[in-house]
């Protein structure tokens, strides 16, 4: 189902984008929708050795539901295969037209560029990029419909701080692009020399689970939900009886706190989403409420507008974040009430974009010699360092 639907919004996208590998993602959808029926057929009549006990149990568009009825059918689909003579086009990941997303020596890892033929026929092409330290996993192709190109930097012959506009030329029977590869490679801090999370791709995104430091307060602490979340593990305040704190004082002196040490590169005013699970107050009176601080200010306390819903698993909650210079700083954590259950802190340095999920987490490492803990449900102690 899920490769129906997707298959089938890509047919479409491309479509309108000129691209003739539409009908290839139209022909995926339809094979997607021919195994679906299959499968409930051979449920409903293969299991041959329970007769037909289970006969007609299973049906690959279950209703009536009203208008959910509809989940079931297959979208919309388009069939264009190319016009006229065949003529490159180029998609980046991330979106932006001949500029491809950033890659980062703190997250490594390596981009795609997508090669798309807009007509009828076949493409051949070479790629050349503009410093030997551009890697590809090819350098020549030819396609009909489209072909994948994946991109990663060599960064032990990379130069740290370079100026230089660093691109991709690809010429072809069918024209020739440009892609521009935007290289973030700061002189310092070096990968293996910093702590904490380190910015890159315009935010600094964080799995609740992977605090820096805990402070526990009054026998109470954050501790770790095994496989409680939507892309990791999530924290929450045990014992759930514990009295809500709200003033910054009171907040200071006795709630629970989860420290994540940060390097940033820019100052300035940036947001922060706090992602947690869609929990409802404990008990009568009570909010979902944490507060925040940046390295020794005063503990905040976030109100409780959230976005989010309980179909997504996810409350947001956003604040406006000051950082007065670059370098190490250290976000902080407090409970307010308990029953929050928090999943993945971003601090977006950029214009945050839309995604299900968030940002991949970015690259972390600890200090030397730090244990930090990790204090599942039901244990005591479970010390592991990353």
């Not at 030397?368 to 244990?379: A, H, I």
């Amino acid at each position: 189902m899920n490769e129906k639907v997707i298959c089938a919004d890509k047919s479409m996208r491309h479509a309108a984008a000129g691209r003739a590998c539409s009908r290839d993602y139209a022909l995926r959808a339809r094979a997607a929708a021919d195994r679906i029926i299959a499968l409930t057929d051979q449920y409903n009549t293969g299991l041959v050795t329970a007769g037909d006990k289970w006969r007609y149990m299973m049906s690959w568009a279950p209703g009536p539901w009203g208008s959910q009825r509809h989940q079931f059918e297959m979208p919309p689909l388009s069939d264009f295969d190319g016009l006229g003579r065949p003529t490159l086009d180029v998609a980046c990941e991330g979106g932006r037209r001949g500029v491809l997303a950033d890659l980062s020596v703190y997250t490594q890892g390596k981009r795609f560029i997508d090669l798309h033929n807009t007509g009828k026929g076949e493409v051949t092409w070479k790629a050349v990029p503009s410093h030997p330290w551009v890697k590809l996993d090819r350098s020549v192709g030819r396609f009909a419909t489209r072909q994948r190109l994946w991109v990663r930097i060599d960064w032990d012959r990379a130069p740290a701080a370079s100026g230089d506009e660093v691109a991709i030329d690809i010429e072809s029977s069918a024209g020739k692009q440009r892609v521009v590869v935007p290289v973030f490679f700061p002189a310092g801090p070096g990968r293996d020399a910093v702590t904490g999370f380190v910015e890159s791709h315009g935010h600094v995104s964080m799995e609740a689970e992977h605090f820096t430091r805990h402070r526990e307060r009054d026998g109470v602490a954050w501790q770790v939900v095994k496989g409680l979340g939507r892309s990791g593990d999530s924290v929450a305040v045990f014992p759930a009886t514990v009295e809500s704190r709200s003033g910054p004082e009171a907040i200071r002196a006795h709630s629970p706190a989860l420290e994540y040490d940060m390097h940033l590169f820019r100052a300035g005013e940036f947001e922060l989403h706090l992602d947690c699970l869609p929990t409802q107050p404990v008990a009568p009176g009570r909010g979902v409420r944490l507060a925040i601080s940046i390295d020794d200010g005063a503990p905040r306390v976030l109100d409780e507008r959230f976005r989010g819903d309980v179909m997504s698993n996810l409350r947001r909650c956003t604040a406006s974040v000051e950082i007065k210079e670059p370098g190490r700083h250290t976000l902080t954590v407090w409970m307010v009430d308990p029953g929050v259950i928090l999943d993945k802190l971003v601090l977006h340095t950029e214009a945050p974009k839309d995604s299900y999920l968030g940002p991949p987490e970015s690259y972390w490492r600890p200090a030397e010699g730090d244990k930090q803990r990790r204090l599942p449900v039901g244990s005591r102690r479970d010390t592991r360092s990353r």
